[in-house]
């Protein structure tokens, strides 16, 4: 199959008659953003001293973790009083950076449907949208929420054309914004083929790339949550991928933010794989003076319901970012079971956060045998998928990416997209490591299957028993179910 | 007036703009399990291709799954349309983080009295186990 699409920066001309032709009349809001300096002269202006890309360059610089909470309501003015009140009750400036998130008919382009939910929450009095409208709001009441928040904004739009949003918070100063196509079509798209995809995103990461060159550093996220529950090896991959995908079109700061699979000594080699890889990568297509911001991601698979096994998940997650040297904390809350996060939860999770980094003072990881052995494999792996990629692209990282997942030399479990083969599946070891149960087509080279084959037994021994389908199956809720108490023995 | 033979088929996504399809995956897999013919249509599915997919296969229950909080909006309507298509016994259940606001999912009954209005059989806390889900659904359909 041939695809339409090459990894290759747009020029103006290109940019420009696909912002004035398919991007702005998507909704009338993007009236009032049509002049681009104007729109950069603006965003300069408001982000002076809290811009999101070199907020997190700074903490890199520094070796200092930073705060990330995520937010999101149907109205501007529940949205104000969210973000005042997490950055009052948590001590989360200077130390923290936001994720605002939008509803996902906006993400979805249906914005009739986020309209009705605006007028549904008004009318009910409550928020009945899963996140905030960017698009039909438009860009002067996104100002209002830059100049409301002490700390920098990033937007996560999470779908596949999130171009109008992403024009609309760029020129309101928010400076992060996803660019992570990879991501996009595992978690949340059904039919749209790569090459599709890959076209849409690059105008994201171009705008992005216009910002940066004129004064106002853009730093997208670089996400491999992808389904929530994954190799390490494919969050890597992904992570680099996206990095020189967006590298072409100019962006210079990356957030690159990782799924975490909950294994300690796992997710740290995984990080420090990404990062090896993410420089290696880049200098070896010539992408000069890049920077990267190693952040995790709380695990995305399902969450337990009580405030209790909450918190630990919350302080287990930011643990292992703390002590695995990523840089940026991202936060979920103790409502995560139950719906979208709560002013009142997401203060607590910085709260908890930040004392967790207090108490650890600079301990991290110990550099093992054990860490350099994990590192090792997924650095194997990693690379055999790769290396596979930009062979099959003859060069190309675009179109070796739209081959690799025709293959299924990339893979995910499960995911709504149609286009991946979902022929691999994960299990977890003795010491909850994800492993492969089935390798699908993914290129795993020799030893690291050995390796893997190792990590199955182990578990086999601990629980006596053969490991199944049914493992697979009931592993994905590990972490959600809670125990019923025992009777007590007379 | 006399009631439908039940034949162990469900309809099984995840409604509206909805990705999260765990949830509905997990599901798919008990019911196969426990002998259910199973047509599992994934995310993102519209009204309207649940009701096909239950003409399609003479399915005893459309079981949705929502787990993005917008749940309540998605499903208002899909009574009506499984009654246009003249399935107007067919069992409707409802499961997940169904209702974006907290104060809804904290207040359960609220929750339960909203989809009963808008003619689901049953809504299902996101704490549910999918055995749980075919045992309830065996029940309601009389059979072992």
């Not at chain 1, 022929?423 to 149960?437: G, L």
Request: a negative charge; aromatic letters at 8%.
């Amino acid at each position: 199959m041939t695809f339409a699409i090459k990894n290759e920066r747009l020029t103006d001309e290109e940019f420009f008659k696909i912002r004035n032709e398919e991007v702005l009349p998507q909704w009338e809001t993007g009236k009032a953003i049509a002049n681009l300096e104007e729109n950069i002269a603006i965003a300069k202006e408001l982000t002076q001293g809290k811009n999101y890309a070199l907020t997190l360059a700074e903490h890199k610089k520094n070796g200092t973790n930073i705060f990330e909470p995520q937010f999101g309501r149907a109205l501007t003015e529940y949205m104000i009083e969210g973000i005042t009140y997490v950055e009052e009750n948590s001590d989360m400036y200077p130390d923290g950076v936001w994720t605002l998130f939008s509803d996902t008919y906006t993400r979805k382009g249906d914005f009739k449907k986020a309209a009705a939910g605006i007028e549904r929450s008004k009318k009910e009095g409550m928020n009945m949208l899963n996140g905030w409208p960017v698009v039909c709001f438009g860009v002067e009441e996104a100002r209002k929420i830059t100049k409301a928040a002490k700390c920098p904004l990033n937007l996560n739009s999470a779908d596949e054309d999130a171009r109008l949003q992403t024009e609309i918070v760029f020129a309101a100063g928010w400076n992060g914004g996803n660019n992570n196509p990879i991501m996009t079509a595992i978690a949340h798209s059904k039919n749209i083929p790569m090459d599709k995809l890959l076209k849409i995103k690059q105008y994201d990461a171009r705008l992005g790339g216009i910002y940066t060159e004129n004064g106002v550093p853009i730093c997208p996220h670089n996400a491999s949550n992808l389904s929530g529950y994954d190799a390490p090896a494919m969050r890597s991959y992904t992570n680099v991928v996206q990095v020189l995908l967006a590298a072409e079109q100019g962006i210079k700061y990356s957030h690159v933010m990782h799924g975490l699979g909950m294994n300690m000594i796992q997710d740290t080699a995984m990080g420090r794989v990404t990062e090896k890889l993410c420089n290696e990568y880049c200098e070896r297509f010539g992408y000069k003076d890049m920077t990267f911001i190693i952040g995790g991601y709380p695990f995305l698979g399902a969450w337990p319901p009580r405030l209790e096994e909450a918190h630990a998940m919350i302080a287990w997650n930011a643990l292992i970012d703390i002590m695995g040297g990523f840089t940026n904390i991202v936060l979920k809350c103790e409502d995560e079971a139950f719906g979208t996060p709560s002013k009142e939860g997401m203060a607590n999770s910085v709260r908890l956060a930040r004392h967790l980094v207090t108490l650890l003072g600079d301990q991290k990881v110990a550099d093992s045998d054990r860490l350099k052995l994990e590192e090792k494999m997924i650095e194997m792996e990693a690379r055999a998928i790769l290396d596979k990629t930009i062979e099959a692209g003859d060069g190309d990282i675009a179109i070796g990416l739209c081959k690799a997942i025709e293959a299924g030399w990339f893979d995910t479990m499960v995911s709504p997209w149609c286009h991946v083969k979902g022929k691999v599946e994960y299990i977890r070891d003795a010491e909850n490591a994800v492993r492969y149960f089935n390798y699908g087509n993914v290129p795993i080279p020799k030893e690291a299957r050995e390796y893997n084959e190792e990590k199955l037994k182990e578990r086999e021994k601990k629980i006596g028993k053969k490991l199944t389908f049914d493992y697979v199956v009931s592993d994905l809720q590990y972490a959600s179910i809670l125990p019923v108490p025992k009777p007590f023995k007379k | 007036m006399e009631k439908r033979q039940a034949n162990k088929s469900v309809v099984i996504g995840t409604i509206g703009g909805d990705a999260h399809m765990i949830g509905a995956w997990v599901l798919s897999k008990a019911f196969e399990k426990a002998g259910f013919k199973v047509a599992y249509l994934g995310a993102v599915v519209p009204q309207k291709d649940f009701v096909n997919a239950a003409i399609e296969i003479d399915a005893d229950a459309i079981l949705v799954s929502s787990m993005y909080g917008m749940g309540i909006m998605d499903c208002e309507g899909l009574r009506e349309k499984c009654i246009e298509a003249g399935l107007k016994d067919i069992i409707l259940y409802a499961g997940g983080t169904v209702a974006a606001p907290l104060e809804l999912e904290k207040n359960w009954p609220e929750i339960e009295k909203r989809f009963e209005k808008i003619g689901f059989n049953r809504v299902f806390k996101n704490t549910c186990t999918a055995d749980e889900a075919v045992e309830t659904l065996k029940a309601d359909l009389g059979i072992e």
